[in-house]
Each structure stands twice: as C-alpha cells, then as structure tokens.
C-alpha cells in the first residue's frame, strides 16, 4: 500500500482504503475503529521493527560501548524511516495514540538495553527505560516536525542527550 505512506491521513477515506485493498468495510471495522488506528497499528510497527536488534547482536557484545554501537545503529535506522514518510508520521504523532504505541515500544526496548548494561557491570538507576523511552519519544515527534533531514546530525543531537550511564 505505498499510495498511502506518503499521502496526509486526512485525504484517506476509508472507502477508498478498502476499494483498493479489496476488502469490505465490515472486514475493515472489525479489526480497527478508524484510519488513524490502523495507520497507528501500521507504523507503529514499522518503527518498533527497524529498531529490533537481534539476540546474536545483544549477546556478541562484549562491553557496553559494543552494545552501545549497536543501539546507536538502529537510532539511525529510525530515524531514516521517520524522515522517509515525514508526513505521515507528522499526522500520526499529532495525534496521542500513535506517540504511546510507540513510546511503548522503546521502552519495552529500552528495558532490554538496561537489563544488557547491567549484565555488563554498568550501574542504571530506577526508572531508566521509562526515562530513556519517553526522551526518544519527545525526540522522534520534534525530529517529524521539523525540516531537519540530517539523519547523521540527528542521532548525534539525540545522543547528547542520554544519560551518562548509557553507552
């Protein structure tokens, strides 16, 4: 369904979302309430992926600056893949429940780097993932409201920003 991705979610009705998905509204509505659930579904999804990390990746790290790398890797990915359909994403964030699916998801990841970083001997205070999750949050909603279209710089001004514990 690329027609969408760079489309306003505004213009998209939901006839012709499912006229070109071949699918009834019922089907449609049986499964989401409106557009903006299943964009939020969607890409909500797309985000969540590009940031996966393997447990080969989180296992072959032997110190905390390797794993470090490799987070600093996916951060790059996301934010290409947010630059990439900025407006869409501009729509989505506008909105709550797209930044809470997404803040979510970082912190169910940030949960991971946490519980990695400790296994590695690094001391992380209480409530890091929370913290470390709503921060990206904030930064990704600024980062597809923006004009920026640095990615390079972004993750850098982004990293700036972690806390000292984080590699």
């Known amino acids: 369904m690329e027609w969408v991705q760079d489309r306003p979610l505004s213009e998209l009705t939901i006839t012709e979302l499912c006229r070109r998905?071949?699918?009834h509204r019922v089907t449609f509505y049986s499964h989401w309430p409106d557009i903006d659930a299943l964009a939020s579904e969607a890409f909500g999804?797309?985000?969540d992926a590009l940031a996966r990390i393997s447990d080969e990746?989180?296992?072959?790290a032997s110190t905390a600056a390797e794993l470090g790398q490799v987070y600093r890797g996916a951060l790059r990915g996301q934010l290409a893949e947010l630059l990439e359909h900025?407006?869409?994403?501009r729509e989505l964030f506008s909105g709550g429940r797209f930044g809470l699916q997404?803040?979510?998801a970082l912190r169910l990841r940030a949960?991971?780097?946490?519980?990695?970083?400790?296994?590695?001997?690094?001391?992380?205070?209480g409530y890091a993932a929370?913290?470390?999750a709503g921060m990206a949050r904030a930064c990704f909603a600024a980062w597809v409201n923006s004009e920026a279209v640095d990615v390079e710089s972004a993750a850098t001004d982004i990293?700036?920003?972690?806390?000292?514990?984080?590699?």
């Open 21 to 23: 998905a071949a699918v």
């Open 45 to 47: 999804e797309l985000v």
């Open 57 to 60: 990746q989180i296992t072959d």
């Open 86 to 89: 900025r407006t869409v994403y």
């Open 102 to 104: 997404v803040e979510e």
């Open 111 to 125: 949960e991971l780097a946490v519980e990695n970083l400790v296994n590695l001997g690094v001391e992380v205070p």
């Open 130 to 132: 929370v913290a470390v």
């Open 159 to 167: 990293e700036r920003q972690l806390p000292p514990w984080m590699p």
